[in-house]
């Protein structure tokens, strides 16, 4: 059973609630950090080997000491909450559940970045958790845990929410912080980063929920500490959104390294393929990132069991690896299209692109039409190879990551199952209609 | 929404926005632009009318313009008449992977809709949704601001009688609740 | 040492900031990497990403691609802009945009000049792989507008008509709408360009790579046979044009990128409002008056004519019953020559032009103060500023172009200070609105200074080593009541002085002004005022600062460079001190006057009185334009002779006895200075219409006439001969000028001048002056009677009198005056949007359709003069300004009332 450092006190009664939060330690160890300095909370972090829990993992504590701090200009810790990648849904798991361990973070974050006012962006559908969070900020501030001299340590502190309005765009760290300034989620064209430049031309911090809340335990039991936690430099403990064709979807912490097999098929974790099926493939990561067949997801391709990890899983490149991503872990059983799997995300992210960029406002167009074309039984050999070709110069060629995320899952689907296409086009009298037509059912369990 | 009626804001929900307002800096008014027009699409029916969004622009001091591009840019925002109840069914692939295809199928020949209308006795609009973050929960679809997971067909039968049922307030009404707070 | 990098492996040094865009071109020329969304006069933007490249860290080393117009090139980084996927990519990127774009290209009106197809056919797509599917072909036209037009069927999405609108322009009119696919351009909310808040700038038009928005004239279309480079003639801004010519018309206008006045950026009047050139009205023949008619003559009979009735007139009544007015709106070869003509030829001071009537009080309160009365900065210099004071201008609307740049500015949050009685646009977006009462200047500026001096952030360094007359100045202004003066001005004394702060505390601050100071019975004390802001806080002298008038017409600096007033010949040098009147004599060869000549308000006066008996006017229509036209109709009919030189059968003209056709800007050269005092060259597109002849050629042919010798007017010779009598035009010459012009004093070396007063004043040292506030006798007079304060304006659409406007498609853009009233002031009168208001002063009376707006406060109206359908100086009073002669066109006392229809004016 592996450590639950954000999740530990999740089943507790009452979590939500402001009493139940403190009695059960809660914002004690905000307390203890308003008695550090800011560079020694920096510090910490750094230590800990924190990696963004966002999807891109780099480095919390360094992106932290990248802030610029000129003289007399405001600057901002931004959480970003707008958690939109297919299959990644522990964000609001948490804040749903355990509000006010992120509002413990972002004011410990804020506190070290000399942040005086904090904005969480959530995202607009969730409007529901939008009212929990603020139901616990009002907490918070009757409380004297926000605002003027919070906990009598002469440190101001003000946090607030702000929802979207439905754009994954927006998780994107410029273009939500476009949004957040009231205009279109384009993304900005960097440099100047946000660090320097950010929300309202100010020096920003964006960080994902899963990463305030993981400063909370970091500082309360020193980044050290934290780092003896995991494998290597995946550090920690990792919130790991299940879901698919899996017997127990819903999210788990985990400690990095937890091996890939025994994520899936452990009573622990996953619980196993449904209905007795075969595993067929997983997207390990989130929509975005390369899905991989069964051999490559549960072995590396020397044999070697596949771990939970930032490393295990990129472990081979593209060829044989794909990406810890944000822990959306998407399964799917033996009788899964991944042709039409692929068309859904294809059409996703044709949704969901801002236009700007030439590459991907018409190539995931493109891509969503040539897919459909190829479902619809109508597809050739070289529509295959066109798709391929467009994907490739989507991939880094735009200004922000949306295009390599639409680029990313047609290449590993092409890659590790080029015979599906093929059978599509060749052979389109026999698509059976309900090879990719799944029923609504009952068989999954409430969520836990 | 008659032609002529003037458009305002309640009293409670101008004392909103202005709650809103007081959340970003002085002078960045215009960050408020995205909660005031989720306060403004509850407060008048559900879309945002060409004055609506006139109106927002006067409210933060911003050009209708700068109202418009940003409505049209995010998909929660309607720019034509909906229903009173907005249904709207995660499709992408999680969900898709649980049955949602189906579960939109069957939705629209309950409702007698297709996909993006509206029922005539103006009850129901039929949306389909990209990524909702409730993929271990899937199938699932969101009315109004709940969400409905783990659907099955029987409980989306009961769904769409209680929505019946139920003396309907404005589709988000969120803001609503918001305003009482 | 510099930082270097590599280029397809060959070494450039890096200049600092660059990008890798702007680092390849300036090596190796602009073609080299092709660009869409990539625009001169933008920010890079980097939504199309035909412009990646390869970057390696290491020679043949891994490389990332990058959008080279936004990435800052990395010192010591090779830099690859064709190998073989950066090839591939790009030819990738253009086949998806042709995808969604329809391939009519022969018949497209941008052929041959589109940057999607030069980019197509550099990266060599020869098919699109696509399948059909969903795309935009079938957006509708929009043909709604009389200028702007758009096809977005042929739109590229590269948001280059967006940005233009906002980066250049400021207007905010067009928006991306939408998103990804669907992403589409917007014209306010979904509106046709007619219907939108467009101003019809035609920023975007030239933004756009392909014809998806464009304009009737087909401005991008190649079909042309020639283009020629010229100065617009409308406002002082200056904008370089390039006139496109075919078949020996004037096809389209548009803006260079290169002019460094205006930066590929002009307004709808520069750019489109040029047809008036060629219209049906134009005079074509010379018009001799007989028996009370205007009949057609030949050139001779109409020179035989004004020479024997001039050579009757002088030997009858003496050189003084002779007088010329001179135009701000021709060259400053042909001012000079009608100074030469009056001085020389005809032996008289009475020369004058229209600076008279707006900024002659900029001229000599700032001599007074300085030493020269020009601009002391540039335009350019906005760049370097931290904060604007903008006094009694309207330059959005009236010089759009700098208009556009300080809004600009504002938008940007810098420190923006306006003291205006109306809400201009720039009003909208500034720090500090001082909108105060019409005709309070001077109090208001004494305002500033007083805080100023009581805040101690006077620039004592700077007050003692380069000015005099401080000490005097400062116990004269301490004594003022503020509690007083913020009655007379009516703005909060706390605003002010937070205003006078900003501009005071600021590192650099520009003042600009307009008519708004110099129309007024106080206006040259307004300008001694503004230039003791700009000493007392020592912003004189370097970049970013200054006192910088607005001037109006294209070369009203050039008119009153070249001696177009009666005390001060070429080169503004005393025509009264016998000294220097030897030096004109010698230099003109001829026995120049030494007494004082008339003004143009006297020479009204004088007219009247019987003394004066002949009047030439070119290209001036005082009946229009000069304020109390009953009286300028008087004055007209008193005399004997009228000779005007006119495009129009303006309103003066029908009083003329000899009408002159002269050409327009299109068809004559010369040089205009812009109100930056940059000289620059105005060329012919298409020559004179038939019949009609350019301005200079005139004076040069009744200088003959008349027995004076003067070599045929073309601007070769005759800056040659200005540069040997002005002082600062002595390095001028037509070909050294170059594109852009030079900025008098230009050295005889041809080194020109941004920044006056750089080191020491033309005076020495600079003065300070004060003065108390006077009410006008206009209200003390008639404020009773007539408690309403009406002020004139200018709309962006027209110019002045509208000869040449309202004679172009801005006629259909804003077809009349209207008159500005305050929505209380509409209730008290029963008047609503639209309807007649009779506005009557003691002069006469005026019919005006409302505008119910809070523009303007309660008590204050505001219009325009640009139709003659209104006459609106009918109401206009005859008070000056006190030292220059300005009139008073800002405060005039009048009542309203609803009235029932048009009053119609008596001819």
Redesign the interface.
């Known amino acids: 059973m592996g450590r639950k450092l954000l999740t530990e006190n999740i089943n507790v009664p009452g979590i939500q609630s402001l009493s139940v939060y403190r009695q059960q330690g809660g914002y004690e160890t905000l307390k203890k950090a308003l008695g550090m300095t800011s560079d020694a909370i920096v510090e910490e972090v750094k230590k800990s080997g924190l990696r963004g829990r966002g999807g891109a993992g780099f480095p919390t504590g360094m992106k932290w000491s990248f802030l610029a701090k000129p003289e007399g200009v405001p600057r901002h810790l931004v959480c970003n909450a707008d958690e939109s990648e297919p299959g990644t849904f522990k964000d609001r798991y948490m804040m749903e559940r355990i509000p006010h361990l992120l509002i413990e973070g972002m004011a410990i974050g804020s506190f070290a970045l000399g942040a005086h006012s904090s904005y969480i962006y959530i995202r607009g559908e969730m409007m529901y958790v939008f009212h929990i969070l603020q139901r616990a900020i009002d907490e918070a501030y009757e409380a004297g845990l926000l605002g003027k001299n919070i906990m009598g340590s002469g440190y101001d502190f003000d946090l607030y929410v702000h929802c979207g309005a439905g754009a994954y765009i927006c998780g994107e760290e410029t273009a939500l912080i476009e949004s957040l300034e009231g205009k279109r989620g384009n993304p900005r064209i960097k440099p100047p980063f946000p660090a320097i430049k950010g929300l309202w031309e100010r020096p920003t911090v964006v960080n994902n929920v899963e990463s305030i809340m993981a400063v909370v335990p970091i500082i309360k039991m020193g980044g050290d500490e934290y780092a003896k936690i995991g494998i290597g430099k995946s550090t920690g403990t990792k919130l790991i959104s299940a879901c698919g064709h899996i017997n127990k979807p819903g999210v788990y912490e985990i400690e990095l390294g937890v091996p890939v097999e025994e994520f899936i098929y452990s009573d622990e974790y996953c619980g196993g393929i449904r209905n007795g099926k075969e595993l067929k493939a997983v997207v390990a990561g989130g929509s975005s990132v390369p899905v991989l067949p069964k051999d490559l997801i549960l072995k590396l391709a020397n044999g070697e069991p596949r771990l939970m990890s930032y490393e295990s899983l990129s472990e081979g490149g593209f060829a044989t690896g794909t990406m810890l991503g944000s822990g959306g872990f998407i399964v799917m059983d033996e009788d899964t299209s991944i042709v039409k799997n692929l068309w859904t995300f294809t059409r996703f992210y044709h949704h969901e692109s801002c236009g700007q960029c030439s590459p991907c406002r018409e190539g995931t167009g493109w891509m969503e039409k040539l897919l459909h074309k190829i479902l619809d039984g109508h597809g050739t050999l070289s529509d295959v190879d066109l798709l391929w070709e467009i994907q490739s110069k989507i991939e880094g060629k735009t200004i922000c990551p949306l295009g390599d995320a639409a680029a990313w899952p047609v290449a590993s689907a092409i890659r590790h199952f080029r015979h599906e296409f093929e059978e599509y086009v060749k052979n389109p009298q026999n698509i059976k209609k309900d090879h990719h037509y799944y029923r609504v059912n009952n068989i999954s369990p409430e969520f836990a | 929404m008659s032609a002529d009626k003037e458009i305002k804001f309640s009293d409670d929900a101008y004392a909103l926005v202005q709650k809103i307002i007081k959340r970003y800096p002085e002078g960045k008014q215009k960050s408020a632009l995205i909660p005031v027009l989720h306060v403004a699409q509850a407060e008048f029916n559900g879309w945002l009318s060409a004055p609506v969004m006139d109106y927002v622009a006067s409210l933060l001091n911003i050009t209708s313009i700068e109202v418009y591009e940003v409505a049209s840019f995010y998909t929660m925002f309607n720019l034509k008449p909906v229903g009173k109840c907005v249904i709207e069914v995660c499709r992408t692939g999680p969900c898709w992977l649980m049955g949602a295809e189906d579960l939109v199928k069957y939705l629209e020949k309950k409702l007698d809709i297709k996909e993006g209308q509206t029922t005539a006795d103006g009850m129901f609009t039929l949306k389909t949704a990209e990524c909702l973050a409730s993929c271990g929960t899937a199938p699932m679809m969101q009315i109004g601001e709940k969400y409905h997971e783990n659907l099955t067909l029987n409980k989306v039968d009961q769904i769409l009688d209680e929505c019946r049922a139920t003396v309907i307030e404005p589709i988000s009404h969120w803001s609503k609740k918001e305003i009482k707070a | 040492m510099a930082s270097t990098a590599y280029i397809n492996d060959i070494n450039y040094t890096i200049q600092d900031g660059e990008t890798i865009l702007s680092f390849v071109r300036r090596n190796l020329g602009k073609e080299l990497v092709p660009t869409?969304c990539d625009a001169p006069n933008l920010d890079?933007?980097?939504?199309?990403?035909?412009c990646?490249v390869d970057v390696a860290l290491v020679k043949d080393g891994p490389a990332?691609?990058q959008?080279s117009c936004?990435t800052?090139v990395i010192p010591n980084s090779y830099i690859y802009t064709h190998s073989d996927r950066i090839v591939?990519?790009r030819k990738?990127?253009i086949e998806?945009?042709l995808?969604?774009h329809p391939l009519d290209c022969l018949t497209c009106e941008v052929n041959n000049n589109c940057e999607l197809q030069s980019v197509a056919a550099k990266v060599g797509v020869r098919n699109v792989?696509?399948?059909e599917?969903?795309n935009h072909l079938d957006r509708k036209k929009d043909l709604s507008h009389p200028y702007m037009t758009s096809d977005f069927s042929k739109c590229?999405?590269c948001?280059r008509c967006v940005r233009a609108c906002d980066e250049v322009q400021g207007e905010?009119?067009l928006?991306?709408?939408?998103?990804?696919?669907?992403?589409h351009i917007?014209k306010?909310?979904?509106n046709s360009f007619f219907e939108s808040d467009c101003v019809s700038c035609g920023a975007c038009a030239q933004a756009c790579p392909t014809s998806a928005i464009s304009d009737v004239f087909e401005s991008k279309s190649i079909v042309a046979d020639k283009k020629v480079r010229t100065v617009c003639t409308y406002c002082g801004v200056g904008c370089n044009l390039e006139v496109s010519v075919l078949n020996g018309k004037v096809k389209s206008i548009q803006a260079p990128y290169n002019a460094e006045v205006n930066q590929g950026h002009t307004c709808l009047k520069g750019r489109f409002a040029f047809s008036f050139y060629n219209h049906p009205d134009r005079i074509r023949t010379p018009l001799i008056r007989r028996n009370g008619n205007l009949e057609p003559a030949t050139w001779d009979e109409a020179y035989d004519f004004i020479a024997d009735k001039l050579t009757e007139i002088r030997q009858k009544y003496g050189p003084d019953s002779i007088a010329g007015i001179s135009s701000a709106r021709c060259t400053n070869e042909e001012n000079y020559l009608m100074q030469k003509f009056i001085r020389a030829v005809i032996g008289t001071n009475n020369i004058d032009c229209c600076a008279r009537v707006c900024h002659s009080p900029t001229a000599l309160g700032m001599q007074k103060a300085f030493g020269t009365g020009a601009a002391t900065n540039s335009i350019e210099d906005l760049k370097y500023t931290d904060c604007i004071l903008v006094i009694g201008a309207n330059p959005t609307d009236a010089h759009p172009v700098t208009g556009a740049k300080l809004k600009q500015h504002a938008l940007k949050?810098k420190t923006t200070i306006v003291v205006d009685p109306r809400r201009t646009e720039l009003a909208k977006f500034a720090t500090y609105h001082l909108q105060l009462k019409p005709g309070t200047n001077v109090a208001l500026l004494n305002m500033m200074l007083y805080y100023i001096i009581t805040e101690k952030l006077e620039a004592k360094e700077f007050i003692s080593n380069r000015t005099e007359g401080f000490d005097d100045f400062c116990s004269h202004i301490l004594k003022l009541d503020m509690v007083e003066m913020e009655k007379i001005t009516g703005v909060d004394k706390e605003l002010v002085r937070k205003a006078a702060i900003a501009y005071a505390t600021a590192p650099n601050a520009m003042s600009f002004h307009g008519l708004g100071v110099t129309e007024h019975t106080q206006g040259t004390f307004t300008v001694m005022l503004i230039s003791d802001l700009a000493m007392i806080t020592g912003n004189i002298g370097r970049k970013g600062v200054g006192v910088n008038p607005l001037r109006g017409q294209n070369n009203v600096q050039g008119a009153a460079d070249m001696g177009c007033q009666p005390h001060q010949g070429a080169g503004y040098m005393n025509a009264y001190d016998p000294e220097i009147n030897k030096l004109y004599e010698d230099y003109y060869k001829r026995s120049i006057p030494l007494g004082k000549g008339l003004k143009i308000p006297e020479m009204f006066d004088a007219s009247i009185a019987g003394e004066l008996k002949a009047l030439w006017l070119m290209g001036e229509d005082v009946v229009q334009t000069d304020p109390n036209t009953n009286k300028v109709i008087a004055a007209m009919d008193n005399l004997e002779l009228l000779v005007v030189q006119e495009l129009f059968l303006t309103e003066t003209a029908k009083y003329a006895t000899v009408i002159l056709p002269g050409a327009s800007f299109l068809e004559k050269s010369g040089t205009y200075t812009n109100g930056e005092r940059r000289i620059q060259k105005v060329q012919n597109a298409v020559d004179p219409l038939p019949g009609t002849k350019s301005d200079g050629e005139i004076m040069v042919d009744i200088m003959n006439r008349m027995g004076y010798a003067q070599e045929p007017y073309d601007p070769e010779t005759m800056l040659k001969e200005i540069s040997g009598i002005v002082p600062f035009f002595k390095g001028v010459t037509w070909n050294n000028l170059g594109d852009n012009g030079k900025q008098w004093p230009v050295r005889e070396d041809g080194t020109d001048t941004e920044i006056l007063h750089t080191e020491s004043f033309t005076r020495g040292l600079a003065k300070f002056h004060y003065f108390d506030f006077k009410e006008s006798a206009e209200i003390e007079k008639n404020g009773k009677e007539y408690p309403y304060i009406i002020t004139t304006n200018r709309e962006l659409e027209h110019y002045n009198s509208g000869t040449m406007t309202r004679r172009t498609g801005n006629v259909k853009i804003l077809t009349e005056d209207v008159l500005m009233i305050h929505p209380d002031d509409a209730a008290r009168h029963l008047i609503n949007d639209g309807d007649m208001v009779c506005v009557e002063s003691e002069r006469g009376k005026v019919d005006i359709k409302a505008k119910i707006t809070d523009e303007v406060k309660e008590g204050i109206l505001s219009t325009t003069f640009h139709f003659p359908e209104v006459m609106l100086n009918i109401i206009t009073s005859d008070e000056h300004d006190s030292e220059a002669l300005c009139p008073e066109y800002k405060v005039v006392a009048v009542n309203i009332r609803k009235s029932k229809g048009q009053y119609k004016v008596k001819q």
Do not use: E, Q, W
Request: charged share 15%; with cysteine.
């Open positions: 869409l890079p933007f980097g939504s199309c990403r035909v990646s990332k691609s959008a936004h800052p591939k990519l990738n990127i998806l945009v995808t969604d792989r696509y399948p599917g969903k590229i999405n948001f905010f009119v928006t991306m709408a939408g998103r990804g696919f669907d992403s917007v306010s909310y979904n949050g």
